[in-house]
């Protein structure tokens, strides 16, 4: 695989990217995330939102996976009124658990807070070699005219 980004279709109305987990790159993920927003309608406040929470997962998977040396995946998927953006990366000792429980206040449970902030749902997975936050944003129904 070349050293740039790669793009490629995952279902009918979802796009996956992989790219360096570098902040260039992670920057490239989040102006992506914006023009799918767009597409969906999303108002200048809730596409904000989502970037700054596709950044922040970024890091925090970034900080427990591979570093800036590993290899960044992000799915994002519209489907009955919902768009889910998953961030993921290799990791052979994930501690996410511990970012999301209660009462840490670290730089990184920060993080955590600010993205349940910004999207509607925060969820993570541990695999036994890759670490993965789930960003979920419940899209308005658009209101009738009489």
């Known amino acids: 695989m070349s050293k740039g980004t790669t793009t490629r279709s995952a279902g009918p109305h979802a796009v996956e990217l992989a790219v360096p987990a570098n902040r260039e790159y992670t ?10 927003g767009v597409a969906m309608g999303l108002n200048l406040e809730e596409i904000e939102d ?5 950044g922040e997962a970024c890091y925090s998977v970034g900080q427990d996976g591979g570093g800036p040396t590993g ?23 994930p ?8 009462g840490e206040s670290t730089e990184k ?8 902030h910004m999207v509607d749902r925060v969820e993570y997975n541990m695999g036994r070699d890759s670490v993965e936050i789930r ?12």
Do not use: C, H, W
């Not at 920057?27 to 799918?36: A, C, D, F, K, N």
């Not at 989502?50 to 596709?54: D, Y």
């Not at 449970?109 to 349940?116: D, H, P, Y």
């Open 27 to 36: 920057q490239i993920l989040r102006l992506v995330l914006s023009g799918i």
């Open 135 to 146: 960003l979920i944003k419940y899209l308005q129904q658009e209101a009738s005219t009489p």
């Open 109 to 116: 449970s920060i993080g955590v807070a600010l993205m349940k």
């Open 95 to 102: 501690s996410l658990p511990r970012l999301f429980a209660a």
């Open 50 to 54: 989502l970037k700054l929470a596709v």
């Open 71 to 93: 290899q960044l995946t992000i799915r994002a998927a519209v489907e009955n009124r919902q768009l889910t953006v998953d961030v993921r990366q290799a990791s052979d000792k």
